[in-house]
């Protein structure tokens, strides 16, 4: 089962410039039919377009609002993807899943402090099987917020059903019981069953017409 994780930067390029690319992020980390696609920092508006962009079941889990509505929020964004970000678009993470596998969504839980920025984790069963979480945490609170996560997971997951815990960590981040981090802040961790070393796009993959998607590097591995 091939899972792979992307923070999409709100659409932005890297570096930043003024023209926004969700839509081809998208399409591009679905083009070869991966079986869970965990996605971060996804602008509202692009919510109800994901399922078409990529062929995949979505699953989406709101962060942060538009506070003048996802449209409005999106007009104003577009005058510079740059310079403008979440404030007007709002944010959401999502969890896809290829159309030909079952997919049950466990819901989503809030792992941050009122106080910090809106974090949560959101997790969904693929074949009656395996629960892949997804989550973007802050890296200065980031084993708070991971506790959190897993505390909820823990109350999810059947026993010896295996755990994938996705997304962007902010940090480097090891955690008992699960496979060893890579090094980044983008990482996929595997709890109760084998997988493959994680492979880290190069940045000529995301390269369209000369222009890098997004700052992070989508990060992928294939649980056996």
Do not use: K
């Not at 819901?107 to 959101?122: A, F, M, N, T, Y």
């Not at 981090?181 to 990482?187: C, T, V």
């Not at 084998?194 to 591995?221: F, I, Y």
Request: net charge neutral.
């Amino acid at each position: 089962m091939l899972i792979r994780s992307w923070n999409l930067y709100h659409g932005r390029s890297h570096p930043p410039g003024r023209r926004g690319y969700v839509e081809a992020a998208v399409r591009l980390a679905a083009a070869d039919d991966p079986d869970v696609l965990c996605l971060q920092e996804l602008p509202l508006w692009s919510i109800p377009r994901l399922g078409r962009w990529s062929g995949m079941q979505t699953f989406p889990a709101p962060t942060r609002r538009a506070p003048l509505g996802a449209h409005a929020g999106r007009a104003l964004t577009a005058s510079h993807y740059g310079v403008v970000r979440s404030a007007f678009s709002g944010q959401s993470n999502a969890i896809l899943v290829a159309p030909g596998r079952e997919a049950h969504d466990l819901g989503s839980v809030r792992i941050s402090e009122r106080r910090h920025h809106p974090r949560v984790c959101q997790a969904v069963r693929v074949d009656d099987r395996i629960v892949v979480a997804n989550l973007h945490a802050s890296g200065e609170v980031v084993r708070m917020e991971v506790g959190r996560a897993l505390a909820w997971l823990d109350g999810l997951v059947r026993a010896d059903e295996p755990l994938v815990l996705a997304g962007d960590f902010n940090a480097s981040l090891a955690l008992p019981g699960f496979s060893a981090p890579h090094g980044s802040i983008d990482d996929v961790l595997v709890r109760g069953a084998e997988a493959t070393a994680l492979h880290v796009w190069p940045e000529e993959r995301r390269r369209q017409n000369g222009v890098v998607l997004s700052d992070h590097a989508p990060v992928e591995l294939t649980v056996l």
